[in-house]
């Protein structure tokens, strides 16, 4: 008998429909952020941890200004586009069921997977660390927060381990079901002050965006992206149509220039200044976001008529959680055997990586759905 994932929870209230080419475009960008940010992950430059203001302590070549031009620039508008997604569609589905039943099923849709793909994360590196040779790959990658004097898995305590389960897992890109989680939970208040004082909210949250605020579960780019979302959504506001003051080819132009100015900073100089990085990247970040919604619709709608990419879109949730740490011990181990061949290996692999990504998920869907139904929260069934 075939078993088939269910919800013991109550049923929603249905919200009205989403407009049916906004519901294209949602599910377009889904997708396409997962991917983009598997190509971040993908970075192979020195140093391999991005931050705004990252350095490259390599030589200047064509290949590394492309590799730092598209990881630590163009491709960053992804996290707050998807924030942005996940509020408003928050939001649209609040038609009127209590925020107790909302939550519930939030626990089952982000805090589950959370706890499955970081305990995957933890048992793939362990098994990873049995082989001397990938064993050397683990330690390569450093991807252990207790430094290179506690790289690997087998070697953490009891405490050590929960934390790495619980709070900061192997498969580091989880943080984002975690803030997730806590801005669902976190709606009745949020919704509150956006109905009463929107404007005050977005310039506090907007603050904190710029100056790279992360307390515990809380982040700048969650407090203003998802929020705009909400805001959006519960304002009724137009997102299809280009706004009279937005113009594609300027913005699109300023866009470029940006990021191909702080790619540059990032080589010039050895320690790039702080504030000039950290404000060239919140404004790629927020053109990025402008220029891509606005200025995809025809990709959008080309792309949603082939029936193999909608087919894709049911796998987003599978690329996202499994690409880390993969994607990082298979960098490793390619940069072994090829190591001049850095920028192919970062056009390629993440391919390769989402490939196999898909492979599985399918193949779970079909002859495990309701396995694959926990793994992913109910996505893509």
Known sequence: MEVVYKSTAPPLVQPERLDPFLSQKLRFWSLVAMLLLVYVHAYNLHSRYLQPWTPVDEPLSVGSFLQYFLANGLLRFR???????????????????PHGQRVKRRLRTLLVPYLLWSLIGLGFTWALEQHPYTRQLVQDAALSIFGPQNPFVSGYSPGQ??????????????????????????????????????????????????????????????????????WLRRRGKEVLLQPRWFRLLPFAALWLGIVGLKTWLA??????????????????ELLGVLVMWFGSNALVRVAMQRRWFQWLTGFSFMIYALHVPLVNYATEAVLQHWPRQQLLTFLLLPLAVAALAVLLGAALRRAVPGVYGVLTGGRGL
């Open 267 to 284: 080589f010039y100089y050895a320690h790039p200044p702080f504030m000039p990085m950290l404000l060239l990247h919140r404004a790629a």
């Open 161 to 230: 381990l929960l934390l790495r389960w619980l709070l900061l897992p192997v498969p580091f890109q989880l943080w984002f079901l975690r803030s997730l989680l806590v801005y669902n939970l976190a709606y009745p208040a949020l919704r509150w002050v956006l109905d009463r004082a929107a404007g005050i909210y977005f310039v506090v949250a907007a603050l904190l965006w710029l100056t790279e605020f992360n307390v515990l579960f809380v982040e700048g780019n969650g407090l203003l992206f998802f929020a705009l979302g909400v």
């Open 79 to 97: 996290i707050p586009i998807l924030f942005a997604i996940s509020g408003y569609l928050f939001a649209h589905h609040d038609a009127g069921t």
